[in-house]
T-cell receptor, first 110, second 116 residues
Framework: QKEVEQNSGPLSVPEGAIASLNCTYS??????FFWYRQYSGKSPELIMSIYSNGDKEDGRFTAQLNKASQYVSLLIRDSQPSDSATYLCATNSGNTPLVFGKGTRLSVIA | DAGVIQSPRHEVTEMGQEVTLRCKPI?????LFWYRQTMMRGLELLIYFNNNVPIDDSGMPEDRFSAKMPNASFSTLKIQPSEPRDSAVYFC??????????????FGPGTRLTVL
């Protein structure tokens, strides 16, 4: 059973701080890794994808992948109240569909 | 470009009634996914299609659920008969493929189903 684990939170950070969201996965064959943001009452929105070990930066977001340790993280710099949402981690391997974690709820306090 | 389109956005029905949810994937996407999301169970994959062919329906909870994809631009998820425990948000998503770097999934706005 392929699993993706996330701390459900809530993770509370003050405005302007760095929010760090973590995800571990069980399938060593996982090749693609994604972070989705889901606002309450809305659908998941893709914000980052990463395929290789290391860091990938996009604006205030940085995804970090460590395949040896089977974890992927998302850093949000200069957190804003508008970043308050649930963040879903997802992975897949080969020709299989994505496996999603249950998400971490982030609350940015103004 | 238009994203994934779902209809209806909200559906309220009575137990025992048939419910049909509709989805139009992003043009050019060959893979289509149906998900159900609840607070308790999170996002669950129900079924997915590649090139209009159902590949894996192991997530479909019961025989009351069925899905079709008659062409590349349309899919339906049907529940017959519906039960209160089917109440959830149902998402449709599409991607160019399920492998390589074309497997990014894009979600529709969802259908919020309430079965009374």
């Amino acid at each position: 059973q392929k699993e993706v684990e996330q701390n459900s939170g809530p993770l509370s950070v003050p405005e302007g701080a760095i929010a760090s969201l973590n995800c571990t996965y069980s399938d060593r064959g996982s090749q693609s890794f994604f972070w989705y943001r889901q606002y309450s009452g809305k659908s998941p929105e893709l914000i980052m994808s990463i395929y290789s070990n290391g860091d990938k930066e996009d604006g205030r977001f940085t995804a970090q992948l460590n395949k040896a340790s089977q974890y992927v993280s998302l850093l949000i710099r200069d957190s804003q109240p508008s970043d308050s949402a649930t963040y879903l981690c997802a992975t897949n391997s080969g020709n299989t569909p994505l496996v999603f974690g249950k998400g971490t709820r982030l609350s940015v306090i103004a | 470009d238009a994203g994934v389109i779902q209809s209806p956005r909200h559906e309220v029905t009575e137990m025992g009634q048939e419910v049909t949810l509709r989805c139009k994937p992003i043009s050019g996407h060959n893979s289509l996914f149906w998900y159900r999301q609840t607070m308790m169970r999170g996002l669950e994959l129900l079924i997915y299609f590649n090139n209009n062919v159902p590949i894996d329906d192991s997530g479909m909870p019961e025989d009351r659920f069925s899905a079709k994809m008659p062409n590349a631009s349309f899919s339906t998820l049907k529940i017959q008969p519906s039960e209160p425990r089917d109440s959830a948000v149902y998402f449709c998503a599409s991607s160019r493929s399920t492998s390589g770097k074309n497997n990014e999934q894009f979600f529709g706005p969802g259908t919020r189903l309430t079965v009374l």
